[in-house]
């Protein structure tokens, strides 16, 4: 918060200057289908602007068109495209050549596979030097090495020697800023990149590119997620649909925005304040309705896991403990929310609880019973009362398999199999109504359908067989806000209808805490803390809690 | 590229040409090892010797050879060794890489180190050479070339069933199925058989296009089923010899083959691209 | 005292690496020998596949009679190769003697399998590394130039491929032979082992291999292409041939260069078929009249040396596969 009022007295200064990029009247099409219709907007030095969307906004397309990179089978148009003085509109494959990675730096999400697996670090950092001339192949290795050093990468010498892969996550992706930074461009354009990244590193990100603004670079970030934007922008662009909805700075638009999809998209991200109620308005400026809920039977755990353990051996001997001593109940009618960052042994928790995976000690129980003990035959017939959804439904479906057949297989093994063909189909029509899609989509191939589509289809066969609990392993982590926001009011409608309790698995705290009645806080296979979803994180004890909480980019609500 | 319909509206295939003349090739193929009388009238041993050595013509599309055979007459019944041999020796291999690949790719431990290594060594068999082999212990005969070439190339595709097990079995809904309650032997039938195999269905006729040139080498080099039998391979090894004056003898056996392979591997590839993109 | 405690941490895990690494290698050493035995021990037990009995096989062959022999006829046979021996022993012999070089007698010539091969194999080895090379050479060149460019030039490298890997190497051969050699006189006829004589045979054996490790290596070079780590490559202003070369490439080879053990073995036997076609000395004679005349152990022993060099090719291999994709070696 402090950076944006900071910057704030900056403004007027940076009012006088001439805009670094200005672009104007953009127009992108593929094969004749426009998908930028004509935006405009500027970068300035020392700012940073982000243009915000969801997914076909147009706003990757637009980021690349910026390096010419916008793809084969493009046309590209527009009054003007000029970087401090440099004509952008249609320059040579050569002249492009000159200007990426020396004029204008650009960083991807997900250094995992932005990076090149098979080089090691330092050459992947240097190759910006080499491929515009600069210094000598010893020099450019130095150099590479003082690059890791300023972006805050311990031990760089032995870092710059090592492969992608054997670096962090977070360290990674400081290394491709690294790469992008390289020749001190005028410009960079960061796509999406702080996306799959832990909460604590995200920050981490933005702090190095804040850092890189503070120096004068001109910063164009492109993102979905609105409360990373509120951390490092200044202005904020809301792209739908390829055209400019909304454009101002970023408190303005974030507080107090103009138009009913900011507005909407804002609504939408769940959070602390939106406990409670639906996060889909029905109409703008009404209060969100909120839930009716069922009374929570405290009396009666459903599913009960008393200190589970799970040690792998990996191929070199070396055993690893991903689950240490997990134990959590989850009452009849709630939602127990369990937060994590990568590697803190959740999924491997939600594996355990459904029996899918062995635990190496401790047990779980269904309904007081025993469940992870049974063998596997026993434990089959029970099955039906314990349902799982994952953040890929896409993955959990036989691909020759309609969705038709997908709930109809699920129906029959479930509490009351249908007794016939129709019968069976007019379950899953019901089914299918009941989680918002409708009879037309009994023969579709899953592959065709939406994200969100496809999670409603994978909550229907979740629900098939009526089970008491529903284990969501990251159920809303890949769905743009708007789509998140429908699959968890569909969630929570079910709950409300039901009574059906969910295990509900997240590294994002905003989903977590809109979700949970109670929370459990997994780091490195361990529980940290737990209680009801209010006190964790208001009150937090762990000093992790506090560190994950802190590092949240909060958006600054009235 | 143009999309012809075939068929009424109900079922529309969208072929490609290259597509569509491959499974003409293929079918006339068929058509000439279950029918052969349906394409050519004359019999491949007749003896005409008035009318001996002709360069091709209307009445004579591949021409005649030294004894007066109708060279195309022949082609058309050495179809029946060749592809038959072909379609033969991949049923075989298929047959033993599912048994071998599906036992280690399920079974796993112990089992599947076993197997794994069987397979290596099997694999350091040379396909032509194991034939030659078998061939100069049992003597040539169309067993026997079935046989060789259907072990010799079995190795291979146990390789790639394994591979499909292995990966299918990771799936997620394969987990799913398992969640839902279904029983393993549910979960093989529905799942994992279907979609392992998928992908393999592309190899079969690539499969039978390469053993069509393995046992056309080994009737090339004068060890295949005994003449005057007109297997492809024996027709180029006879018509060698008078290349440089009658070339057609060389030339349209060798096309014929050429053909046959091309049209299996071009199918085999269509068929590959298009469950890979139906899949994932 | 405190310098050595902390020289220990630092040097420790590279020796550790360092013989963790030469233990893999020497288990792979010992894996290779097992399956040489293994391949041995398959085509021992083939020879009693041998119909009938294996003295009235070989007297048979020999004389061009086939009849049933006395006792007193079989029983010289029988010693002089072993076959009263009991089996167990027999085999025994029979592998111990390969640690020594020593491959087994021949039927038909009376002398060891060693022998009748001898130099043979040499120009035989000389044409397979040769094909190999150049197929791979072509397969690359063709990649390169044609791979995820317009539609036109990506479908005719494609279609090149598909052409040239379902070509029988024995026709190509001979179209070879009567174009290049015959018609335009080029090459020589017949050219012995000489540079010569060498680049007709190889052609017809490189350019069906090229075929096939171009379709496998295209489809993975377009793949990666589209990868992100390619696009960041892009960013920093590299030029598309670039590109191509030092990222692409390096992660596209990986199913080819595992294919080519294989395709080391698969070549060999290849080459007998076109020693035949061009009139070459090599093994491929020796085979074809030792599977005429049913001179068991004299194929038993070629077929011995391929897989020996099929089982070297592939330790090379993996040896390749760990240089280029690292990643193979941390596990």
């Known amino acids: 918060m402090t950076v944006s009022t900071a910057l704030e007295a900056?403004?007027?200064?940076?009012?006088?200057?001439?805009?670094?990029?200005?672009?104007?009247?953009?127009?992108?099409?593929?094969?004749?289908?426009?998908?930028?219709?004509?935006?405009?907007?500027?970068?300035?030095?020392?700012?940073?602007?982000?243009?915000?969307?969801?997914?076909?906004?147009?706003?990757?397309?637009?980021?690349?068109?910026?390096?010419?990179?916008?793809?084969?089978?493009?046309?590209?148009?527009?009054?003007?495209?000029?970087?401090?003085?440099?004509?952008?509109?249609?320059?040579?494959?050569?002249?492009?050549?000159?200007?990426?990675?020396?004029?204008?730096?650009?960083?991807?999400?997900?250094?995992?596979?932005?990076?090149?697996?098979?080089?090691?670090?330092?050459?992947?950092?240097?190759?910006?030097?080499?491929?515009?001339?600069?210094?000598?192949?010893?020099?450019?290795?130095?150099?590479?090495?003082?690059?890791?050093?300023?972006?805050?990468?311990?031990?760089?010498?032995?870092?710059?020697?090592?492969?992608?892969?054997?670096?962090?996550?977070?360290?990674?992706?400081?290394?491709?800023?690294?790469?992008?930074?390289?020749?001190?461009?005028?410009?960079?354009?960061?796509?999406?990149?702080?996306?799959?990244?832990?909460?604590?590193?995200?920050?981490?990100?933005?702090?190095?590119?804040?850092?890189?603004?503070?120096?004068?670079?001109?910063?164009?970030?492109?993102?979905?997620?609105?409360?990373?934007?509120?951390?490092?922008?200044?202005?904020?662009?809301?792209?739908?649909?390829?055209?400019?909805?909304?454009?101002?700075?970023?408190?303005?638009?974030?507080?107090?925005?103009?138009?009913?999809?900011?507005?909407a998209l804002l609504d939408a991200i769940p959070s602390e304040h939106t406990r409670g109620t639906r996060l889909v308005r029905?109409?703008?400026?009404?209060?969100?309705?909120?839930?009716?809920?069922?009374?929570?039977?405290?009396?009666?755990?459903?599913?009960?896991?008393?200190?589970?353990?799970?040690?792998?051996?990996?191929?070199?001997?070396?055993?690893?403990?991903?689950?240490?001593?997990?134990?959590?109940?989850?009452?009849?009618?709630?939602?127990?929310?369990?937060?994590?960052?990568?590697?803190?042994?959740?999924?491997?928790?939600?594996?355990?609880?459904?029996?899918?995976?062995?635990?190496?000690?401790?047990?779980?129980?269904?309904?007081?019973?025993?469940?992870?003990?049974?063998?596997?035959?026993?434990?089959?017939?029970?099955?039906?009362?314990?349902?799982?959804?994952?953040?890929?439904?896409?993955?959990?479906?036989?691909?020759?398999?309609?969705?038709?057949?997908?709930?109809?297989?699920?129906?029959?093994?479930?509490?009351?199999?249908?007794?016939?063909?129709?019968?069976?189909?007019?379950?899953?029509?019901?089914?299918?109504?009941?989680?918002?899609?409708?009879?037309?989509?009994?023969?579709?191939?899953?592959?065709?359908?939406?994200?969100?589509?496809?999670?409603?289809?994978?909550?229907?066969?979740?629900?098939?067989?009526?089970?008491?609990?529903?284990?969501?392993?990251?159920?809303?982590?890949?769905?743009?806000?708007?789509?998140?926001?429908?699959?968890?009011?569909?969630?929570?409608?079910?709950?409300?209808?039901?009574?059906?309790?969910?295990?509900?698995?997240?590294?994002?705290?905003?989903?977590?805490?809109?979700?949970?009645?109670?929370?459990?806080?997994?780091?490195?296979?361990?529980?940290?803390?737990?209680?009801?979803?209010?006190?964790?994180?208001?009150?937090?004890?762990?000093?992790?809690?506090?560190?994950?909480?802190?590092?949240?980019?909060?958006?600054?609500?009235? | 590229m143009t999309a012809l319909s075939l068929a009424p509206a109900a079922v529309r295939l969208r072929v490609r040409p290259a597509t569509a003349l491959s499974l003409l090739i293929v079918a006339l193929l068929v058509v000439a090892v279950l029918a052969p009388a349906v394409l050519t009238s004359r019999s491949p041993n007749a003896i005409d010797l008035q009318h001996t050595l002709l360069s091709p013509s209307l009445s004579h599309p591949f021409g005649t050879d030294d004894a007066g055979r109708d060279l195309y007459t022949r082609v058309v019944y050495g179809a029946r060794e060749s592809f038959g041999i072909g379609l033969g020796a991949t049923a075989l291999a298929m047959a033993i890489a599912v048994l071998l690949g599906f036992t280690a790719g399920l079974a796993r431990g112990i089992v599947d180190t076993v197997l794994t290594r069987i397979l290596e060594v099997a694999f350091a068999f040379p396909v032509l050479l194991l034939a030659l082999l078998l061939i100069a212990i049992r003597g040539p005969s169309l067993a026997t070339e079935i046989v060789a070439v259907g072990i010799g190339s079995a190795p291979g595709y146990a390789r790639m069933v394994r591979?499909?097990?292995?990966?299918?079995?990771?799936?997620?809904?394969?987990?799913?199925?398992?969640?839902?309650?279904?029983?393993?032997?549910?979960?093989?039938?529905?799942?994992?058989?279907?979609?392992?195999?998928?992908?393999?269905?592309?190899?079969?006729?690539?499969?039978?296009?390469?053993?069509?040139?393995?046992?056309?080498g080994l009737a090339f080099l004068g060890l295949g089923v005994a003449p005057p039998s007109p297997e492809w391979g024996a027709l180029l090894d006879a018509g060698r010899v008078s290349i440089t004056t009658s070339p057609w003898l060389e030339i349209m056996p060798g096309l014929v083959i050429v053909l046959a392979t091309l049209a299996l591997t071009a199918l085999g590839r269509t068929l590959q691209h298009r469950l890979e993109g139906a899949a994932r | 005292m405190t310098t050595a405690v902390q020289a220990v941490p630092l040097r420790a895990p590279l020796a550790r690496s360092g013989v963790r690494a030469a233990r893999r290698g020497l288990v792979k050493l010992a894996t290779a020998i097992l399956v040489l035995v293994a391949a041995a021990s398959v085509t021992f037990f083939a020879q009693l596949l041998v119909p009938g009995d294996r003295a009235t096989a070989i007297l048979n062959q020999q004389t061009g009679r086939a009849q049933r022999w006395s006792a007193a006829d079989l029983a010289p046979v029988n010693h002089q190769f072993g076959f009263d021996r009991p089996l167990l022993v027999q085999y025994a012999n029979y592998v111990a003697g390969l640690f020594r070089g020593d491959l087994g007698t021949s039927y038909t010539q009376h002398r060891p399998v060693t022998e009748v091969i001898g130099d043979e194999i040499v120009p035989s080895l000389v044409l397979t590394v040769?094909?190999?090379?150049?197929?791979?050479?072509?397969?690359?060149?063709?990649?390169?130039?044609?791979?995820?460019?317009?539609?036109?030039?990506?479908?005719?490298?494609?279609?090149?491929?598909?052409?040239?890997?379902?070509?029988?190497?024995?026709?190509?051969?001979?179209?070879?032979?009567?174009?290049?050699?015959?018609?335009?006189?080029?090459?020589?006829?017949?050219?012995?082992?000489?540079?010569s004589g060498t680049v007709l045979p190889v052609l017809a054996l490189a350019i069906p291999l090229a075929g096939f490790l171009g379709q496998v290596t295209r489809d993975e070079f377009e793949k990666v292409l589209d990868q992100p780590f390619v696009i960041t490559a892009r960013t920093r202003g590299m030029s598309d041939t670039a590109v191509r070369l030092r990222h692409a490439l390096r992660h596209s080879v990986l199913p080819a260069i595992t294919l080519s053990g294989w395709a080391l073995g698969a070549l060999l036997s290849g080459a007998v078929i076109a020693e035949n076609v061009f009139g070459r000395p090599g093994i491929g004679q020796v085979l074809v009249v030792a599977v005429n005349t049913r001179d068991v152990p004299t194929v038993s022993g070629i077929v011995l040396v391929v897989a020996g060099v099929y089982v070297i090719a592939n330790l090379i291999v993996d040896l390749a596969y760990t240089l280029i994709d690292p990643r193979l070696r941390a596990s």
């Not at chain 1, 491997?348 to 047990?363: F, H, M, R």
């Not at chain 1, 361990?526 to 802190?550: C, I, K, M, N």
């Not at chain 3, 050479?137 to 890997?165: P, Y």
């Open chain 2, 163 to 216: 591979g499909q097990v292995l990966h299918v079995r990771q799936a997620r809904y394969i987990q799913s199925s398992v969640a839902l309650g279904h029983t393993w032997w549910a979960v093989i039938r529905q799942h994992l058989f279907p979609n392992a195999m998928r992908p393999l269905v592309a190899m079969l006729t690539l499969g039978v296009g390469q053993s069509i040139v393995w046992a056309s």
């Open chain 3, 130 to 195: 040769a094909a190999l090379v150049t197929a791979w050479l072509i397969a690359l060149a063709v990649i390169l130039l044609t791979a995820k460019r317009n539609r036109f030039v990506s479908a005719i490298g494609s279609t090149w491929e598909a052409l040239t890997a379902s070509l029988p190497p024995y026709w190509i051969g001979v179209v070879l032979l009567v174009v290049f050699a015959v018609e335009l006189r080029i090459f020589p006829v017949i050219g012995g082992t000489g540079a």
């Open chain 1, 282 to 558: 029905p109409a703008q400026g009404e209060d969100a309705p909120r839930r009716t809920r069922r009374p929570i039977d405290r009396g009666r755990p459903v599913l009960e896991a008393k200190q589970l353990s799970k040690v792998y051996r990996g191929p070199d001997k070396v055993d690893r403990t991903v689950v240490n001593d997990v134990s959590f109940q989850l009452f009849a009618g709630e939602t127990l929310g369990i937060v994590g960052e990568s590697g803190s042994g959740k999924t491997t928790t939600a594996g355990v609880a459904l029996s899918l995976i062995a635990p190496t000690s401790g047990e779980v129980l269904l309904h007081g019973e025993a469940w992870s003990t049974l063998p596997p035959r026993r434990r089959r017939p029970l099955r039906k009362q314990i349902g799982v959804i994952y953040q890929d439904p896409l993955s959990s479906f036989d691909p020759r398999w309609p969705v038709g057949r997908i709930i109809v297989d699920a129906l029959a093994m479930g509490h009351r199999p249908p007794s016939s063909r129709s019968a069976a189909r007019e379950r899953a029509v019901r089914l299918l109504e009941q989680v918002g899609l409708g009879e037309q989509h009994l023969d579709a191939a899953p592959l065709r359908l939406s994200g969100g589509q496809q999670q409603r289809v994978a909550i229907a066969r979740a629900l098939a067989p009526e089970p008491e609990v529903i284990i969501c392993d990251e159920p809303v982590s890949a769905l743009d806000v708007s789509i998140q926001a429908q699959v968890l009011d569909l969630l929570t409608d079910l709950q409300d209808e039901l009574g059906v309790s969910y295990l509900f698995i997240s590294h994002d705290l905003g989903v977590i805490h809109h979700m949970s009645d109670r929370i459990v806080v997994m780091k490195d296979g361990r529980v940290v803390e737990s209680g009801a979803a209010d006190e964790v994180f208001h009150r937090p004890r762990h000093p992790y809690t506090q560190r994950l909480l802190t590092a949240l980019p909060l958006l600054a609500r009235a």
């Open chain 1, 10 to 263: 900056e403004t007027e200064d940076a009012d006088e200057q001439v805009p670094l990029l200005a672009v104007d009247n953009l127009r992108v099409s593929f094969g004749g289908r426009e998908v930028v219709k004509g935006i405009s907007f500027t970068a300035r030095r020392g700012r940073c602007l982000a243009i915000v969307g969801e997914s076909g906004s147009g706003k990757s397309v637009t980021a690349r068109t910026l390096v010419g990179l916008t793809g084969p089978g493009s046309e590209v148009r527009s009054d003007r495209i000029e970087l401090d003085g440099l004509d952008l509109s249609a320059p040579s494959e050569r002249a492009w050549r000159a200007i990426r990675g020396c004029d204008i730096g650009f960083v991807l999400q997900d250094a995992l596979v932005s990076l090149d697996q098979l080089r090691r670090v330092g050459d992947e950092i240097a190759e910006p030097l080499r491929v515009h001339g600069w210094g000598t192949a010893a020099s450019r290795a130095r150099k590479a090495v003082d690059l890791l050093d300023s972006v805050g990468v311990p031990e760089p010498a032995v870092k710059a020697r090592q492969r992608p892969y054997e670096l962090s996550g977070g360290l990674r992706q400081r290394a491709l800023i690294a790469s992008a930074i390289a020749l001190d461009p005028k410009l960079v354009v960061a796509d999406e990149p702080t996306t799959a990244l832990d909460v604590t590193v995200q920050a981490q990100v933005l702090d190095l590119l804040a850092e890189a603004k503070a120096r004068g670079t001109a910063i164009i970030m492109i993102s979905h997620d609105l409360s990373v934007v509120a951390r490092l922008a200044d202005e904020v662009a809301v792209l739908r649909d390829g055209e400019i909805f909304e454009h101002g700075p970023v408190h303005e638009v974030l507080r107090d925005p103009r138009h009913a999809y900011t507005r």
